[in-house]
């Protein structure tokens, strides 16, 4: 919006191409999760125009489109968390933390939701016979991505105990 201002371009394009970014986000990882599952093209298509076009956007578009953010990074943290515990190492871990990062420090309870999908691979994972597997990429989310976030995590801290009681 700030080089959009500068650049003297009408405030309506900043916030449409905005809008459209968040969704094209969402609906390209939605299309990357399904074909990863085994689905086909059509399939994928489907479920990424379903999920891209959702009516939960509308809520959110006028004053608090920010909110979006984790509803975009979404499907691409269960595909990170998918391909963590099947096939092991860092890449994904770190690439989890980055969407993560990139997702988060708006509002933790909307974080907090839809980390709910990730730990429900973890959990999946672990009845299935992979535990083991499951827990490992666990822990290396987690020495990933908690630093990532740290920036929010401090100021939320922070917040917490020396700021407006408004609970």
């Given at each position: ?114 980390g709910l999908a990730p730990l429900a691979v973890l959990v999946a994972a672990a009845v299935r016979g992979r535990a083991g597997a499951a ?9 990933l991505t908690v630093p990532a976030c740290a920036w929010w995590l401090g100021g939320l801290s922070v917040q917490a105990t020396h700021g407006?009681?408004?609970?």
């Amino acid at each position: 919006f700030w080089v959009f201002d500068r650049l003297g371009v009408p405030d309506w394009v900043a916030q449409r191409l905005w809008l459209g970014t968040l969704t094209l986000a969402a609906a390209l990882g939605t299309r990357w999760l399904v074909r990863s599952l085994g689905l086909g093209r059509a399939a994928a298509l489907a479920a990424a125009l379903v999920y891209a076009l959702t009516p939960y956007q509308l809520a959110f578009t006028a004053r608090t489109s920010v909110l979006l953010l984790p509803w975009a990074g979404l499907p691409w943290m269960v595909e990170l968390t998918r391909r963590a515990v099947h096939r092991g190492g860092w890449r994904h871990p770190a690439a989890f933390a980055l969407v993560t990062f990139t997702v988060a420090g708006v509002n933790a309870p909307t974080l907090v939701l839809v980390g709910l999908a990730p730990l429900a691979v973890l959990v999946a994972a672990a009845v299935r016979g992979r535990a083991g597997a499951a827990a490992g990429a666990a822990l290396r989310i987690g020495l990933l991505t908690v630093p990532a976030c740290a920036w929010w995590l401090g100021g939320l801290s922070v917040q917490a105990t020396h700021g407006i009681d408004i609970v």
